[in-house]
């Protein structure tokens, strides 16, 4: 990222698994900054970028909007931010999202978080979320959830191949999955 030296760690898991609720207990325990790429992109929309509409119609049919310009937001926020250690959570979604950013950042993530969850539980905690979220029906959680198995789960797969993955049974309740979590992120720090 220039020259500026960063830690990152990617976290992922399908749409539900606990990503951003987890990343909040791990910045307020070992010092993270928490970058969710949907909480960028959401943030791109408001503020009435060139890019909103195309962004807002791909998160509504829960599509992976192309990596040049989440990656841009990512790095962006990496550089305007103090600190050095990154959650990455939600990226990158596809091969290509995940080849990009090495290419372009040359960063490559400490480990991978991955949150494992049934398909059922996800459904069910976003269909109870209520934060006014577009793509929290169950036309678009289908559409996430196929998007997750075929192009997402690839990239887990990728990193498992590399030994960089870390995963965390996220189907049991909060405090218990950040017990799991906590373990991890101690033998790091
Ligand atoms: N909850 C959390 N943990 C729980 C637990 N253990 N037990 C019971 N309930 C639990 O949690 C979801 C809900 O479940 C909350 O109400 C929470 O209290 C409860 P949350 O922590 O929000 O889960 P998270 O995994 O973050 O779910 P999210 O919906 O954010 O995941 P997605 O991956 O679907 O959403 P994201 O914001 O990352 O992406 C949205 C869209 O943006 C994508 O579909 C895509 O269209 C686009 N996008 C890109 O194109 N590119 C990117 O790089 C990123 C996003
Ligand atoms: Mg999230």
Redesign the pocket.
């Known amino acids: 990222l220039g020259d500026k030296q960063v830690t990152v760690v990617f ?1 992922l ?12 207990n791990i910045v307020e325990h070992f010092g993270f900054t928490h970058l ?7 943030a791109e929309i408001k503020s009435g970028s060139e890019n909103g509409t195309m ?1 807002q119609n ?10 040049e ?2 990656i841009k937001l ?1 790095q962006r926020a990496m550089l305007e931010s103090e600190n050095n250690k990154f959650l990455i ?5 596809n091969e290509e ?1 995940r080849a990009a950013f090495e290419e372009v950042t040359k960063i490559v993530p400490e480990f991978v978080l991955f ?1 494992d ?1 049934s398909e059922e ?2 459904e ?3 269909l ?4 006014g ?1 577009e ?2 029906n169950i036309d ?2 289908r ?2 959830f196929k ?2 198995v075929e192009s ?1 789960l690839p990239v887990v797969e990728y990193y498992n191949s590399k030994s960089k993955v870390k995963k965390i049974d ?8 950040f017990e799991d979590v906590k373990g991890i992120f101690s033998l790091f720090a």
């Open positions: 976290v898991g399908g749409p539900g698994s606990g990503k951003g609720t987890q990343c909040a969710s790429a949907g909480d960028l992109l959401r962004i791909m998160i509504k049919e829960g599509k992976i909007v192309p990596s310009v989440t990512l959570d939600g990226f990158p979604r999202n949150f969850c539980e996800m069910k905690r976003l109870s979320r209520n934060q979220r793509d929290d678009t959680i559409k996430r998007v997750f997402s996220a189907g049991k309740p909060i405090n218990e999955v």
